[in-house]
């Protein structure tokens, strides 16, 4: 079965500091994957999506970036945080083949990002 | 373009007795539509999907959903309520030609004991 990793589980960073949030699938190949902000416990805004190694679609201009090394590792980084960038970071897989359009994403379990 | 709409922001129904969470949505095409719950700080549960076919779609621990096509609803049911269902739901949509799904803004549901 197919599951999906993040981490760390929490973050507190100061101002000015770097980011990296790190997410891996296992069990199936070539997904699509996706990172999302939560804010407050409500809406999901999309940040970056990948087709592919090497592949990132950036759905919002700020302060983040996003690599895809491997084909099941997204990253997700920032040289230096802003206190807006503190929010719940999930990361997410589907499908991208044959059913891609009916497919549901599967979510990790989240990163709790603080900037202080 | 694709957009979806949770009416509600919060539900509360007794335990027991039967719930409802509210989605509308709006597309351009044939929509595929799904529905995510979402416990304190942990990411989405997929619980259910509407592609095409039958209007009452059964998902996962004992929740279904009804697609209604004129009143462009996709409502999330459950016949007895529970109070571990009391947890964030999303409804989400994504049309024939979109890439990425859309979410609503969430209904928070309370099952009171």
């Known amino acids: 079965s197919q599951t999906i990793h993040q981490w760390p589980a929490t973050l507190v960073q100061p101002v000015g500091s770097p980011l990296s949030l790190e997410c891996t699938v296992e069990g199936t190949s070539n997904p699509n994957l996706y990172w999302y902000r939560q804010a407050a416990g409500r809406g999901l805004q999309l940040l970056f999506y990948s087709v592919g190694i090497g592949q990132i679609s950036s759905e919002v201009p700020q302060n983040l970036s996003a690599s895809r090394p491997q084909d099941r590792q997204f990253i997700l980084s920032s040289k230096k945080l802003l206190l807006s960038d503190s929010g719940f970071y999930l990361c997410?897989?589907?499908?991208?083949?044959?059913?891609?359009?009916?497919?549901?994403?599967?979510f990790g379990n989240g990163t709790r990002l603080t900037v202080t | 373009a694709q957009s979806v709409a949770q009416p509600e922001d919060q539900v509360n129904v007794a335990e027991g007795n039967p719930l409802t969470v509210k989605c509308t949505y709006s597309?351009?095409?044939?929509?595929?539509l799904f529905w995510y719950v979402q416990y304190p700080n942990r990411g989405l549960q997929f619980l259910l999907k509407y592609i095409t076919g039958d209007n009452l779609v059964k998902g996962s621990y004992g929740f279904e959903a009804e697609f209604n096509k004129s009143q462009t609803s996709f409502h999330l049911k459950k016949p007895s309520a529970l109070v571990s269902d009391s947890a964030l739901y999303f409804c989400?949509?994504?049309?024939?030609?979109?890439?990425?799904?859309?979410f609503g803004s969430g209904t928070q549901l309370t099952v009171l004991p």
């Open positions: 597309v351009s095409g044939n929509p595929y």
């Open positions: 989400a949509v994504r049309d024939s030609s979109a890439r990425q799904l859309t």
């Open positions: 997410a897989w589907s499908v991208r083949t044959g059913s891609a359009k009916n497919s549901p994403l599967h």
